[in-house]
Each structure stands twice: as C-alpha cells, then as structure tokens.
C-alpha cells in the first residue's frame, strides 16, 4: 500500500511558503497504513501539473493526493492539469455549483462580502474532470474531487491548510477505510538475504500486520517497518520473525 | 536559469518533520534569479534516491540541490545514490576523512564524546563519488559533494538544517554567483500571443533582467516573473514592454 503527495503552488517553489500541508497529509496516510513514497511540488502551471501526475500514475501508487490550485484566480489550475492528465474535459457541475452559490450567500449573510451572485471567477470553480466525485468543502468554496484511474485513487484538495485538512479528515479518510495502523520501525540485519522474503511472508498470513521493507546502507540492513492494528500483535510478529532467524535493530 | 531541490528522508514522507530545508533553499534560489521549477522528496533508498536524481537531469536544470541523508547511519545513503545515478564509484577521500577527524578530535576536547577516534560510522561520510568537489561543513561532521553532470551544477547538502544553511551559504551560492535579484511577478493579458515572445526578447536585450514566463489560468494570461538587480531597472522594462502592446496586471 503505497501512496504519493503532490503539493501545487509558486508560493512553495520561491520558499514563501513552507509546505506544511505534505506533512500533514503524511502522517495521516502513514497512520493508516499507507508508505508514502514520494511528496512532489511544482507551480501553478498547467504543464507542469500534467507532468507530475502521470510521472506519479505511472509508478502506480495505491493512492494519489493532490492539494493546492483549486481557488478562483488565473493562477489556479490544478483542475485543469488533473484533468489534462488523465486526457478528461473539465466540466461544469451543477452540485459545485450550488454549493459554491450557497457558500458565498452565507459570507454576504455574514456581512463578510459585499456581492452574493456568482461571477467568472466563482463560477470557475464549479469545473470539475469529468466523472469525478465532488468532495465537499466545508470551510471554504472550493469543492474538491475523487477520481479513480486504473488502481490509484486520486483525490484533489485545496491548498488552504484549514480547507485541505477538513476536506482530508471528512472526505477523503473515510473512502481509505477507518483502520488506523501502529508502526515499529526495524533494521533487519541481513545475514542470508534469501532467508529474509519467505519469513516475512509468513508472518504477514499468520498476523494482523503490514511489512513495508527497502534496502538501507551498505547493504547489511534493510529497513522494516511494521504495522499493526495493536503494539501487542506487531510484537507477536516481530518474536515470530526473530525466532525464525531474523536479527533486528532498533531505529 | 532553472532549477530544482530533491529532499531526502524518511522523516519527511511519514511527517515527522516538516521539510523546511527546501523552503530555505528554494527562497536563496529565487533571491539569486533562479526559477525553482520542482521540490521531490524521497526517503532513504538508494534506488529511489537514483531514480529522482535521474528524473531530475532530464529535464536539464541548471541547477540541481539535493539536502539530506548524509549522516553517519546506515539509513544515510545519499551519497550513494547520487554515484548511482551518474554511474560514477564511491571513494574514500583523504581530504574529507582529515576533515572529519578533526571534527570528532574537537568534539571529544569540548568533552561532547567519549572516543575521537574514527570508526566505520563516521568513516563513511568520507566517501564522495569520484570526481567530486568535496564542500567544507563548517559545524558538522558530513561534508557535501559539488558536481558537474552537463549543464547541471549538482550541490549535496546535509540535512540538519543548521549543516545544510552554513553550507548553503558557504559553499554554493559563491559558486552560483553574486549578484542576487530582485523580482516582480505580472500576469500578461493574452491579446495576441504570437506577439509576446518576440516583446519579451526585446525587453531582455535592452534591459539588464531576467524574465520567467509560464502558461496560467484559462488561457488568457501568461504568468510573468521580472527579475532585476533594481527595481528602477525593472520598472524601465517594463513600461517598454507596455509601450510596445503588453498589457500587465499585478499578482
């Protein structure tokens, strides 16, 4: 299982801005299990977007999150990209479009805005790839969407910290399933490497855990994570490893 | 004049730490002219390391700034993966292991540790791929590598911030040059595109600028950044570029 991250914004790639949001959409993917492999930036350029995305796609990531561009100036165009990219139209959506007219009457209601109606640039964010599922947004305007593309789940937020992490924690955590994983991170030190796969295969049927594994160093460890439902079943399966001949070292 | 910054760490893609080092690098960039076109993070694999590093080349940066994993662990494998990834050899360099004696010679008089003497551990950030131009860590241990693969300056940095801002400062902006820019960012209306580049190039022989431009929005503007050593310079510039048809709106 595992996922990667793009983050769009020129405030992120001229250093204005520190990128706060790929770590936070981090910890709750790897909270869930998933081993993010990749977090990506690049600027509010259509081009570029397309690019990153189908690199990522092309790795097959399990699950895909996209954040930041969604908003209404020229300069957002992260929909646009995600659509290029999967070689969909953008289209208008009548749902988006409710929701984005009822969002800006709550903020003239509020006295917050001085004009209700929907303009080009409101409008705009109404577009969505089609097929795609709106994500509802609910502190800000931008709707985002969930689109899935041959195995990956691709989601696409906005980049507000306070939009994306409300949109990540009621939109999109609930379609990644509600189990949430404890991790132990291990070197394995590698006496007879070929020893190594057919333990670890064992222990994932006879327990409820997951092994995420990458070569480390100079080639005498590889780095475990496991993860599991409760610390007593991933030490179960560690004891279970280490009396079949595994060495491990703490991180 | 383009560039990218490839993080490296497991820290970072589980969301532990927040990646401030590329925030840092990126804004140093941009003050010296440079367009920061991507931000990769990967974690401590050399495999993965290889890969983004590659991605990386074939796009032709200019500049190519990599920060991380350059510690004494076994999970510190960037240097590594840089030597894969232009197929160059890892190589004891005398100059780096002196360096790195007289940093734990030192540690050990101001009482921080026990043993000054030098074991593999700290042995192993003496190895910098062949050819490299070692860069002189002037508070910690792990010295840095300089590179030249084509057109790309390849600059390797520590991790710990306060490693990768000293040699930042230090080793690669003299490199880089300089002079250091200011910048102005416009959004060119679109009237007739087939007109633009050729006023841009204009403006660029005139004047004593810099100027990045890329597709925005919905096809009626083009992001334009002016980079210039003042900004009565920039100015200059672009009022030529208004005389001569360009109709600007500030970001």
């Known amino acids: 299982m595992f996922a990667e991250i793009i983050t769009v914004g020129d405030e992120l790639?001229?250093?204005?801005?520190?990128?706060?949001?790929?770590?936070?959409?981090?910890?709750?993917?790897t909270e869930r299990g998933y081993w993010v492999k990749r977090i990506t930036t690049v600027g509010d350029d259509v081009e570029d977007i397309k690019s990153v995305i189908r690199e990522s796609l092309s790795r097959k990531p399990e699950v895909l999150i996209i954040a930041g561009g969604l908003g209404p100036t020229?300069?957002?165009?992260?929909?646009?990209?995600?659509?290029?990219?999967?070689?969909?139209?953008?289209e208008l959506r009548e749902d988006a479009l409710k929701r984005i007219e009822e969002f800006y009457i709550e903020l003239y209601k509020k006295g917050l805005i001085d004009d209700p109606k929907l303009?080009?640039?409101r409008k705009k964010m109404?577009?969505?790839?089609?097929?795609?599922?709106?994500?509802?947004?609910?502190?800000?305007?931008?709707?985002?969407?969930?689109?899935?593309?041959?195995?990956t789940k691709i989601f696409v937020l906005p980049g507000m910290p306070r939009e994306m992490k409300a949109m990540l924690e009621n939109e999109v955590l609930p379609r990644l399933g509600k189990r949430t994983f404890l991790q132990k991170k291990?070197?394995?030190?590698i006496t007879d490497e070929s020893k190594l796969a057919p333990i670890l295969n064992e222990a994932l049927?006879?327990?409820n855990i997951k092994i995420?594994?990458?070569?480390?160093?100079?080639?005498?460890?590889?780095?475990?994570?496991?993860?599991?439902?409760?610390?007593?079943?991933?030490?179960?399966?560690?004891?279970?490893?280490?009396?079949k001949g595994i060495k491990f070292e703490e991180v």
């Open 119 to 121: 303009n080009e640039a």
């Open 13 to 29: 790639l001229t250093g204005n801005t520190v990128d706060s949001n790929s770590a936070f959409i981090a910890q709750k993917l």
């Open 74 to 90: 020229h300069d957002d165009v992260t929909m646009l990209g995600v659509a290029k990219a999967l070689n969909l139209e953008l």
């Open 126 to 151: 109404a577009y969505l790839p089609t097929g795609a599922e709106m994500l509802n947004n609910s502190v800000g305007a931008a709707p985002g969407a969930f689109l899935i593309h041959e195995h």
């Open 186 to 189: 291990l070197l394995a030190e």
């Open 212 to 243: 995420h594994s990458s070569p480390k160093g100079f080639g005498k460890y590889i780095g475990i994570i496991l993860f599991g439902e409760s610390e007593e079943e991933i030490e179960r399966a560690r004891k279970f490893m280490e009396e």
């Open 205 to 207: 049927k006879k327990f």
